[in-house]
T-cell receptor
Framework: KQEVTQIPAALSVPEGENLVLNCSFTDSAIYNLQWFRQDPGKGLTSLLL?????REQTSGRLNASLDKSSGRSTLYIAASQPGDSATYLCAPGASDDYKLSFGAGTTVTVRA | DGGITQSPKYLFRKEGQNVTLSCEQNLNHDAMYWYRQDPGQGLRLIYYSQIVNDFQKGDIAEGYSVSREKKESFPLTVTSAQKNPTAFYLC????????????FGSGTRLTVV
C-alpha cells in the first residue's frame, strides 16, 4: 500500500521568500504524480502533473521535481505571495491501477 | 464554464438515516471518483467509475454505495451502515482513468446530528 508523507506539515514565511515543499512515497512504481492546492473548506485545484518519465514540470512560479527511484517529489514556489496561502497536497498515481494516493498536505501561510 | 458541481454544500444526517450526495460534471469525462477527507489526513478513495454502468470499490467502500447511470452523474449514498460518516466528501473526474489530470468539485460537508 502506497504511503505518502509530506514534510513539513505547516510552514509560515514572509512574503517574497521561496517555498520548498517535500513529498516522499514508499512505492516507486508510479505512473505519474500530481500536486494540488486546497483552500480552506474548498475542493482541490490541480497545479502540476509530472509523468513518471519526467524529472520536472514548471508552471509560472511553480516548479515540481520528481525522483521516482528514491520516492521523492519537491514543489518549489518562487517569490511567495499572501495569495499562495493554502494547503498543498501531493498524490502519486499507481502504475497498475492509476489510483491516486494522497499525503496529508503542507499548510502554507505567507505573511504580508 | 465546464466543471463539477457538488450539492448540497452542507448536509446533516440523523442516526440510522441514509443520505445521498450529488455530483454532476459537464466536462465529458469518462472517469469519476468519490473521496473522503478527515482533518489532518489525506484523501481516501471510496468508489470510482471508469465508464457508465460500471464502478469499483476504493479503499474505504464499506457503508457507502454509488450508481453511474449517466456519464454526467455519480451520486454517493452514505448508508446507516457507515458508523462514522462525519467528514468532507469530494467528487472528482478525469478524462479517463490513468494518465490525466483530475478536476475536483467544491465538496460536501456531512455532519451526523
Amino acid at each position: 500500500k502506497q504511503e505518502v508523507t509530506q514534510i513539513p506539515a505547516a510552514l509560515s514565511v514572509p512574503e517574497g521568500e521561496n517555498l520548498v515543499l517535500n513529498c516522499s512515497f514508499t512505492d516507486s512504481a508510479i505512473y505519474n504524480l500530481q500536486w494540488f492546492r486546497q483552500d480552506p473548506g474548498k475542493g482541490l485545484t490541480s497545479l502540476l502533473l509530472i509523468q513518471s518519465s519526467q524529472r520536472e514540470q514548471t508552471s509560472g512560479r511553480l516548479n515540481a521535481s520528481l525522483d521516482k527511484s528514491s520516492g521523492r517529489s519537491t514543489l518549489y514556489i518562487a517569490a511567495s505571495q499572501p495569495g499562495d496561502s493554502a494547503t498543498y497536497l501531493c498524490a502519486p498515481g499507481a502504475s497498475d491501477d492509476y489510483k491516486l494516493s494522497f499525503g496529508a498536505g503542507t499548510t502554507v501561510t505567507v505573511r504580508a | 464554464d465546464g466543471g463539477i458541481t457538488q450539492s448540497p454544500k452542507y448536509l446533516f444526517r440523523k442516526e440510522g438515516q441514509n443520505v445521498t450526495l450529488s455530483c454532476e460534471q459537464n466536462l465529458n469525462h469518462d472517469a469519476m471518483y468519490w473521496y473522503r477527507q478527515d482533518p489532518g489526513q489525506g484523501l481516501r478513495l471510496i468508489y470510482y467509475s471508469q465508464i457508465v454502468n460500471d464502478f469499483q470499490k476504493g479503499d474505504i467502500a464499506e457503508g457507502y454505495s454509488v450508481s453511474r447511470e449517466k456519464k454526467e452523474s455519480f451520486p454517493l449514498t452514505v448508508t446507516s451502515a457507515q458508523k462514522n460518516p462525519t467528514a468532507f466528501y469530494l467528487c472528482a473526474s478525469s478524462q479517463h482513468l490513468g494518465n490525466y489530470g483530475y478536476t475536483f468539485g467544491s465538496g460536501t460537508r456531512l455532519t451526523v446530528v
